[in-house]
């Protein structure tokens, strides 16, 4: 099993940027996929970004295409998001997720929560106006 901290949330302004860390525990974390969801209160959790175990292969959600970016560090154990041009709507708790080691998805099925055996507990990030 492989567990997962973020931080890097906090406070910012409209139109800000900040940078999401997730530090992964375990021997597997090369082989995982790796994602980035996202819930706001009263809302359901929200897909955003996930990369492949390797690192080229990135999917974004349309809401945040163009504004944010999904990378990782291997040899760190570590998977970031940049999130840059933050509007009032990206106000959420920021989750990071973990695929099963080997496991492959593509597009519209990495959405799904259920594909995911490891998550963090969430960093809040805060956009003032």
């Known amino acids: 099993q492989v567990q997962l901290v973020e931080s890097g949330g906090g406070w910012v302004q409209v139109g800000g940027s900040l940078r999401l860390s997730c530090a992964a525990s375990?021997?597997?974390?090369?082989?995982?996929?790796m994602a980035w969801f996202r819930q706001a209160p009263g809302k359901e959790r929200e897909f955003l970004a996930i990369?492949?175990?390797?690192?080229?292969?990135?999917t974004y959600a349309d809401p945040v295409k163009g504004r944010f970016t999904i990378s990782r560090d291997n040899a760190k154990n570590t998977v970031y998001l940049q999130m840059n041009s933050l509007k009032p709507e990206d106000a959420a708790v920021y989750y990071c997720a973990a695929r099963p080691p080997n496991s492959f998805c593509s597009g519209y099925g990495c959405s799904g929560l259920t594909g995911y055996d490891a998550w963090g507990q969430g960093t809040q990030v805060t956009i003032s106006s």
């Open positions: 990369i492949s175990a390797s690192g080229p292969s990135t």
């Open positions: 375990g021997r597997t974390f090369s082989r995982r996929a």
